[in-house]
T-cell receptor
Framework: AQSVAQPEDQVNVAEGNPLTVKCTYS??????LFWYVQYPNRGLQFLLK??????LVKGSYGFEAEFNKSQTSFHLKKPSALVSDSALYFC????????????????FGKGTKLSVIP | NAGVTQTPKFQVLKTGQSMTLQCAQD?????MYWYRQDPGMGLRLIYY???????DKGEVPNGYNVSRLNKREFSLRLESAAPSQTSVYFC?????????????FGPGTRLTVT
């Protein structure tokens, strides 16, 4: 089974500073990797994905992520953090389901709480 | 488009009571999912439906049943609720077209079992 790990439960960053939320993955084959954000009392929202192509992927709200095959990492980044970026961030990998070919799920990391301090 | 909708938003049950969580999507997606979210555990897959008429177990199916009523609707039933089922439940559907692969989530149902 595929898996992702988010080594930090919480990340604190000052407003205006760059932020990084870390994710490492373990997959067989080519990875499909994702970042989702969850604001308080809301469902998860898609931010960006890596399937193939450029290692630097740009997504919503000014976020980007860098795919690094040698380090098996897919870290989420933003050059200048906003207070409104404070939320829970989930890394995820596509994984095949038991029911056979063509059936997939997303396996999520445990999440990282990002707090941007004014 | 409303996207993925869930009802109810909140529910309190007593141990042993039953209830059904409703989910619907208007995006014509084939695959739908039920997750539970617990602090420090991320999201765990309860059941999924790869297409209308099919359902299958995920990582944590015990104590739950599902019905894929039609392409739009995928319900989750707790037959005899237990305190361990206190959680936030999310329904999701999947858009998969060539390299486009995005899961859309509902707003969640916050369930407390006392």
């Amino acid at each position: 089974a595929q898996s992702v790990a988010q080594p930090e439960d919480q990340v604190n960053v000052a407003e205006g500073n760059p932020l990084t939320v870390k994710c490492t993955y373990s997959v067989s084959g080519n990875p499909y990797l994702f970042w989702y954000v969850q604001y308080p009392n809301r469902g998860l929202q898609f931010l960006l994905k890596y399937i193939t192509g450029d290692n630097l992927v740009k997504g919503s709200y000014g976020f980007e992520a860098e795919f690094n095959k040698s380090q098996t990492s897919f870290h989420l980044k933003k050059p200048s953090a906003l207070v409104s970026d404070s939320a829970l961030y989930f890394c995820a990998v596509r994984d095949m389901l038991n029911s056979g070919a063509g059936s997939y799920q997303l396996t999520f990391g445990k999440g990282t709480k990002l707090s941007v301090i004014p | 488009n409303a996207g993925v909708t869930q009802t109810p938003k909140f529910q309190v049950l007593k141990t042993g009571q039953s209830m059904t969580l409703q989910c619907a999507q208007d995006m014509n997606h084939n695959s739908m999912y039920w997750y539970r979210q617990d602090p420090g555990m991320g999201l765990r897959l309860i059941y999924y439906s790869a297409s209308e008429g099919t359902t299958d177990k995920g990582e944590v199916p015990n104590g739950y049943n599902v019905s894929r009523l039609n392409k739009r609707e995928f319900s989750l039933r707790l037959e005899s609720a237990a305190p361990s089922q206190t959680s936030v439940y999310f329904c999701a559907s999947l858009r998969e077209v060539t390299t486009v692969y995005e899961q859309y989530f509902g707003p969640g149902t916050r369930l407390t079992v006392t």
